[in-house]
């Protein structure tokens, strides 16, 4: 069964400028999640969608951040414009549904450097 | 709110020693999930080991198990017989369902190193 797929993994942008990456969760998982993880922390849920709807954004930067999942498959994040505190690794998960105690099974990664 | 506190930022360990990480953890829901992710360098998050909270037995996977002291909301991991493959972050997570979302918080993580 492949992975959840991510790309790009690294980028280097300057501040205000904008970027996004991308995400495909494991085939058949109706529930992706978009996480912030900043060096040194835990992930910090930023969005959370199941099949194309969002149940949770609530820790959604929204004035710069905005997702979408289209067709209920692979998604993406963008950041427009970006800061310096934006610079992250930003990781997507899939579950199969969102059931309490659902295995999140989580990508490698886009490595974000923000200048 | 849910939180996470993991209080020993790195931790080192012989190959074939036994270590244990803490994890405390607080929450006002009644039905809760526990789990260990492993976060080697440079690599993808996987999950370690996973605890109901429902259930009392302490749930273990191999070389890894965890002590689940409901009451103190306490939830340590244990790894016996290290390998240098098990360096790597640990991160301990509680997974609770909110209306129609499910939230997973994570602690600040463990740096674990295993040296020969």
């Known amino acids: 069964e492949a992975g959840v797929a991510q790309s790009p993994r690294y980028k280097i942008i300057e501040k205000r400028q904008s970027v996004a990456f991308w995400c495909n969760p494991i085939?058949?998982?109706?529930?992706l999640y978009w996480y912030q993880q900043i060096l040194g922390q835990g992930p910090k849920l930023l969005i959370q969608?199941?099949?194309?709807?969002?149940?949770?954004d609530s820790q959604l930067p929204k004035d710069r951040f905005s997702a979408e999942r289209l067709k209920g498959v692979d998604s993406t994040l963008k950041i427009q414009p970006a800061k310096l505190e934006d610079s992250a690794v930003y990781l997507c998960?899939?579950?199969?549904?969102?059931?309490?105690?659902?295995?999140?099974?989580f990508g490698p990664g886009t490595r974000l450097t923000v200048l | 709110a849910q939180t996470v506190t993991q209080s020993q930022p790195e931790m080192s360990v012989q190959e074939a020693e036994t270590v244990t990480l803490s994890c405390t953890y607080d929450?006002?829901?009644?039905?809760?999930?526990l789990f260990w992710y492993k976060q080697p360098p440079s690599r993808q998050m996987i999950l370690v080991i996973r605890?109901?909270?429902?259930?009392?037995q302490n749930a273990t996977e191999n070389r890894f198990s965890v002590n689940f002291q409901k009451a103190a909301k306490s939830f340590s991991l244990k790894i016996s017989d290290s390998q240098l493959g098990d360096t790597a972050m640990y991160f301990c997570?509680?997974?609770?369902?909110?209306?129609?979302?499910?939230?997973?918080?994570f602690g600040t993580g463990t740096r674990l190193q295993v040296t020969l």
């Open positions: 998960a899939s579950s199969p549904h969102v059931l309490a105690g659902d295995t999140q099974y």
């Open positions: 085939s058949g998982h109706a529930t």
């Open positions: 969608f199941q099949n194309n709807g969002v149940v949770d």
């Open positions: 929450t006002s829901e009644s039905n809760y999930y």
């Open positions: 605890q109901e909270a429902y259930k009392q």
């Open positions: 997570a509680l997974h609770i369902r909110t209306g129609t979302a499910s939230k997973l918080t």
